[in-house]
C-alpha cells in the first residue's frame, strides 16, 4: 500500500508532522536512492534548501538517508530551487533535492526531487518510490565498506550567480536602473540582489534577513504589497518580488501596479517572437491562466496550451510540445532554453531586458493585455471530499451554465493542501463573483 504523500510539487506539510517528519524524510531519501541506484559509478546527490527553520531537521535526515544508501551528498545550503536543477545537471549527479514549502509560511515544509537531467519526477516515478517505501528499503542498505560521503559545496551561490548572468542579452547593462527586490527572507537572500548588483543596477534590497521564521511573512511573490509601496517611495524603475525558493516571481511597475504571471508571459512570448526566438507558435500556460492572455496571443498569431495546474506539468507540456516559453499566472516561469523549471530571476531579468531595449517604462512595457475579470477563491476542508457532494455538483452545474460561451469556471482541488480552489472568469465582473461566491458558499456549509 503506498502512502500518497506526493502532491502537485513533490511532498509538502507541517514541519515535525507527518509526513513531514525526519523519519520519514529518512525514508523518502532511502527509497528514491534505491530508485535511482544505477551501475556501478559512485552516486551523487545534491541537496539544497530555502531558509525555514525545519530545514536543519530535514537536511541531515535526508543525508543520512542517502548514504545509507551509498550515495555521495553534496549540500549547498539555501539555495533557489532552479539553481539546485541547475547543479544537478553541470554536477552530473543522480539526484537533485530541494528541502522548501515554496510560498507557505515558516511552519511548513517540503521536499522536491529532481531526476538526472534537471527535471521534476513523474507521477509514475512517485508512486515507485510509494512503493519502495512500503516494501522493504532496508533490505536494500549499502555495506558499511560502501556507505557514502558529505560534503560542502562552496562556491555554490558563485555558479549559480554566474548562469544566471549568462542569461542576460549579452551588450546589455542594467546601469541607470533602479531595482526593488524583494527575496522574501527565502533562499535568493543573497544571490538575487549580486546578480543585479553585479549588470548595473542600482538595488534596494527587501526581505534579505532570514531569521528561520519570517520566509514570505507579509512579503514575497505572495504579498507583494509592500514591495509595491517601495518602488513607489524609492521612485524606482521597477520591483521584483520572488518567493521563499525563488521559483516564480511578481513584479511591481513603476507605479505600484502589480504585473503577475500572465503578463510576463505575454511580454517573454511577444519579445522572443520578435527575435525569431519563440519554438513552436505558442507558450504553455494553465488552466487557471486568463482568457485575455489567449486573446493577446490570437493578435500575434499565437496559441496557448494549457496544461493542468502545476509548473511540474507545464514542463511536461512544454517538452513534449517542442515549447520554450510556458508558466503560470501565479509567477512560476519556465524559459526552457535556460532552465528545467521555474526560475523568478531568470524571468525578472527577460523582462529587465526588454525595459533596457526600448527604454520605455513598466508600465507600458509589461501591460499586453486587459485581462478579463477573475475571482479565485480557495476554501479549506477538513476530512472530507466536498467536489462529490450533490449540493456542490448542483452549485458548480449552475455556475457553469451562468457563464456558458462567455467565460469560464475552473474548480480543483490543491495538490499540497487541503483547500478547494474555484475561480471563474468572463466579460461581467458581476456574473463572476456571483458563480464563486455561490459555489464557495455551497463548499463551506457542506464541509462543515
Known amino acids: 500500500m ?20 525526519a523519519a520519514t524524510a529518512l525514508r523518502v531519501a532511502m527509497a528514491t536512492g534505491h530508485r535511482f541506484l544505477r551501475g556501478d559509478h559512485r552516486h551523487l546527490v545534491v541537496i539544497g534548501k530555502d531558509t525555514r527553520l525545519s530545514g536543519y531537521m530535514l537536511e541531515p535526515a535526508m543525508t543520512a538517508g542517502f548514504i545509507s544508501m551509498g550515495m555521495d551528498v553534496v549540500l549547498v545550503g ?3 530551487t532552479p539553481a539546485v536543477a541547475m547543479l544537478t545537471r553541470s554536477l552530473r549527479a543522480d539526484l537533485g533535492v530541494v528541502l522548501s514549502a515554496s510560498h507557505n509560511p515558516y511552519q511548513d515544509n517540503g521536499i522536491k526531487l529532481f531526476g ?7 507521477d509514475t516515478v512517485e508512486r515507485e518510490i510509494e512503493e519502495r517505501m512500503d516494501n522493504g528499503v532496508e533490505e536494500h542498505l549499502a555495506a558499511s565498506g560502501q556507505l557514502g560521503k558529505a560534503m560542502r559545496l562552496d562556491d555554490a ?68 504589497q509592500a514591495m509595491c509601496a517601495k518602488v513607489v517611495d524609492s521612485k524606482a524603475d521597477i520591483g521584483i ?10 513584479i511591481s511597475d513603476e507605479k505600484g501596479k502589480v504585473i503577475d504571471g500572465d503578463q510576463i508571459m505575454a511580454l517573454v512570448a511577444m519579445d522572443w517572437k520578435n527575435a525569431g526566438h519563440l519554438r513552436g507558435d505558442a507558450l ?61 530571476l531568470i524571468a525578472a531579468l527577460q523582462v529587465l531586458s526588454v525595459l533596457v531595449k526600448t527604454g520605455r517604462p513598466a508600465s507600458e512595457v509589461a501591460r499586453c493585455f486587459d485581462p478579463f475579470p477573475q475571482m479565485l477563491r480557495s476554501v479549506s476542508f477538513n476530512g472530507t471530499e466536498p467536489l462529490e457532494n450533490s449540493e456542490v455538483k448542483a452549485a458548480i452545474a449552475e455556475g457553469e451554465a451562468k457563464l456558458a460561451g462567455n467565460g469560464r469556471l475552473v474548480i480543483r482541488k490543491s495538490g499540497t493542501e487541503p483547500l478547494v480552489r474555484v475561480m471563474a472568469e468572463a466579460e461581467d465582473e458581476a456574473v463572476v463573483g456571483g458563480v464563486v461566491n455561490r459555489i464557495v458558499e455551497v463548499i463551506e456549509r457542506v464541509s462543515g
Open 2 to 21: 503506498t502512502r500518497d504523500i506526493f502532491g502537485t510539487d513533490g511532498i509538502r506539510g507541517t514541519a515535525n508532522i507527518e509526513p513531514m517528519t
Open 78 to 80: 539555501p539555495l533557489p
Open 116 to 122: 538526472p537531467e534537471g527535471y521534476k519526477l513523474s
Open 157 to 224: 551561490q558563485g555558479r549559480y550567480i554566474e548562469y544566471v548572468k549568462n542569461t542576460f542579452p549579452k551588450g546589455l547593462r542594467l546601469d541607470g536602473m533602479k531595482v526593488v527586490i524583494d527575496c522574501a527572507h527565502g533562499a535568493a537572500y543573497r544571490v538575487a540582489p549580486l546578480v543585479l548588483w553585479e549588470l548595473g543596477a542600482e538595488v534596494i534590497p527587501m526581505g534579505t534577513q532570514p531569521d528561520g521564521f519570517n520566509i514570505n511573512h507579509d512579503c514575497g511573490a505572495t504579498e507583494p
Open 241 to 250: 518580488a520572488l518567493d521563499g525558493d525563488a521559483d516564480r516571481l511578481i
Open 284 to 344: 504553455v500556460a494553465t488552466v487557471m491562466s486568463n482568457m485575455g492572455l489567449e486573446r493577446y496571443l490570437a493578435s500575434l498569431d499565437l496559441g496557448l496550451v494549457r496544461a493542468q495546474v502545476g509548473d511540474r506539468y507545464v514542463v511536461e507540456t512544454m517538452r513534449s510540445g517542442g515549447h520554450n516559453v510556458g508558466g503560470e499566472q501565479s509567477g512560476h516561469i519556465i524559459l526552457s532554453d535556460y532552465s528545467t523549471t521555474g526560475d523568478g
